[in-house]
């Protein structure tokens, strides 16, 4: 087993493809695949399994990764400091329900530690598509709620996945409107207050379940309803339409200014807001930097 031959894992499970990694690397494609093939036989064991769709990492090769990025990230921390050698770009990737704190938290954690050269990736994207990026380690951290309605079905799909959920906070639900709906005068909404405004919630693509939705109440009918795909043309409808959304009441005037503000909504319902990753894979350094950026930026 070689240093190089781990390098070569790192990279084929970043870019999810042989073919891609290699192009990366400068390298055949057959070279890369026959160095990978002789470090799976020494080891005794399967890191990557091959379909027709495609190349993705196994059980074993989830653990088999992590150790892998560790022994890298203390190699290159050897070589810059006695032979003055030029860092890696380094990669780190999150995908997450659309959250402003998700957003500061990333920015924080580029300021901070970004080098010279990197690649890293913010995904804001489907519940459904955030576990199955973290799944194949697309993402190494990925970023949803679980309430009681949903966590039946969430806990088993991250039980499958070999995933886990770690919690960020606990919030009261809250709607987010424009500061100039009638309704932002009040401390507090009823649900039957909202019947005569937009609801705006975010598509969820083929996995369009009330399970997989990323606003809570989703099974409640609406007699104005309209799906979006980002977070900045939901907060135009705010503005533009007196809409709607529900959420944790979490906001950040520095991404969305000050037009928009949370207004707490009358229910019994909590969200559950949190991290998940594998749970047989210990968390890069930038992953651990990004969950600690996550807590102060909630705090903040």
């Keep these: 087993m070689t240093l190089q031959q781990l ?31 002789d470090l799976e036989q020494e080891l005794r064991i399967t890191i990557f399994e091959r379909t027709n769709k495609g190349i993705t990492l196994s059980k074993e090769g989830v653990e088999f990764l992590s150790y892998a990025r560790q022994v890298v ?12 050698a030029k860092p890696s770009p380094q990669h780190f990737s999150v995908s997450t329900q659309h959250y402003a704190f998700a957003v500061n938290a990333f920015v924080k954690l580029v300021q901070q530690y970004g080098q010279d050269e990197y690649e890293l990736a913010l995904r804001e994207t489907k519940t459904y598509e955030i576990i199955q990026d973290v799944k194949s380690l697309r993402s190494e951290i990925g970023i949803l709620y679980l309430n009681e309605f949903n966590s039946k079905v969430i806990n088993k799909l991250l039980k499958d996945a070999g995933l886990v959920f770690n919690s960020l906070f606990v919030a009261k639900p809250h709607i987010f409107i424009s500061v100039q709906n009638p309704l932002a005068k009040q401390e507090s909404v009823a649900i039957e207050q909202l019947q005569d405004y937009p609801y705006l919630s975010f598509d969820q693509g083929e996995y369009n379940s009330f399970h997989f939705s990323e606003e809570i109440l989703s099974t409640l009918s609406h007699p104005k309803s309209i799906q979006v795909n980002d977070r900045a043309t939901l907060f135009n409808l705010l503005i533009g339409l007196n809409g709607y959304t529900i959420s944790t009441g979490v906001l950040s005037a520095d991404l969305n200014g000050n037009e928009i503000i949370p207004v707490p909504l009358e229910c019994e319902e909590t969200i559950n807001v949190g ?7 210990s968390l890069s350094n930038l992953g651990v930097e990004y969950v600690q950026a996550l807590h102060e930026a909630i705090q903040s």
């Design 73 to 84: 990230e203390q190699a290159e921390l050897l070589e810059n400091r006695y032979l003055n």
């Design 275 to 281: 991290w998940i990753s594998h749970k047989n894979a």
């Design 7 to 37: 390098k070569y894992v790192i990279e084929v499970a970043t870019r999810g493809s042989m073919n891609e990694a290699a192009k990366r690397l400068f390298i055949s494609q057959p070279s890369l695949s026959n160095a990978i093939r």
